[in-house]
T-cell receptor, first 115, second 113 residues
Framework: DAGVTQSPTHLIKTRGQQVTLRCSPK?????VSWYQQALGQGPQFIFQ???????QRGNFPDRFSGHQFPNYSSELNVNALLLGDSALYLC??????????????FGQGTRLTVV | AQTVTQSQPEMSVQEAETVTLSCTYD???????LFWYKQPPSRQMILVIR??????QNATENRFSVNFQKAAKSFSLKISDSQLGDAAMYFC??????????FGAGTRLTVKP
């Protein structure tokens, strides 16, 4: 059983460009959350997707947007990249629907560098 | 707003000894979950232990245990018989019901042979 998978693992973009990061949740999970982890800091919650809709959002600008597909996989899009967007982006999945709320499992992250 | 504070940026422990990592949090809720996650250099966050706020009994997972003080809003992690593989960043996290997690800034644990 594959866990949470993220692609790509590393990415270098130029300021002002747009980027798309991808996440496939663990089998059986229906909820995907995205986090931004700057160097030396704890992860910061960006948003959560469930049933193909954004259900919760952290304190991030509209440049950060996302999508969830019918197979529960998800994308994180960041427009007009800033140098400050350089970070490790983590995806976490869990099962929200059903009788039991499960633990979150994390992917290994995408390291985004904006130059 | 819920906040999570880890006051120890770095901690060090001798192999086979015991270390305690501190965490405090701020919430007005009565029903919530608390977690300790480990992040090794591989970057993947690994769940170490979880505590439901309604449970008075402290959670234990093998060499890892917590001291949950609900009134004091304190949630410390004790690692017994420390091993070299325990070296990592440790993050304390809070979650209320279906909401997503809020993390502390982390504590870097070094294990000396």
């Amino acid at each position: 059983d594959a866990g949470v998978t993220q692609s790509p693992t590393h990415l270098i973009k130029t300021r002002g460009q747009q980027v798309t990061l991808r996440c496939s949740p663990k089998s059986g999970h229906d909820t995907v959350s995205w986090y931004q982890q700057a160097l030396g800091q704890g992860p910061q919650f960006i948003f959560q997707y469930y049933e193909e809709e954004e259900r919760q959002r952290g304190n991030f600008p509209d440049r950060f947007s996302g999508h969830q597909f019918p197979n529960y996989s998800s994308e994180l899009n960041v427009n007009a990249l800033l140098l400050g967007d350089s970070a490790l982006y983590l995806c976490a999945s869990r099962r929200l629907g059903g009788l039991r709320d499960t633990e979150a499992f994390f992917g290994q992250g995408t390291r985004l560098t904006v130059v | 707003a819920q906040t999570v504070t880890q006051s120890q940026p770095e901690m060090s422990v001798q192999e086979a000894e015991t270390v305690t990592l501190s965490c405090t949090y701020d919430t007005s809720e009565s029903d919530y979950y608390l977690f300790w996650y480990k992040q090794p250099p591989s970057r993947q966050m690994i769940l170490v232990i979880r505590q439901e706020a309604y449970k008075q009994q402290n959670a234990t997972e093998n060499r890892f245990s917590v001291n949950f003080q609900k009134a004091a809003k304190s949630f410390s992690l004790k690692i017994s018989d420390s091993q070299l593989g325990d070296a990592a960043m440790y993050f304390c996290a809070y979650r209320r019901s279906v909401n997503d997690m809020r993390f502390g800034a982390g504590t870097r644990l070094t294990v000396k042979p």
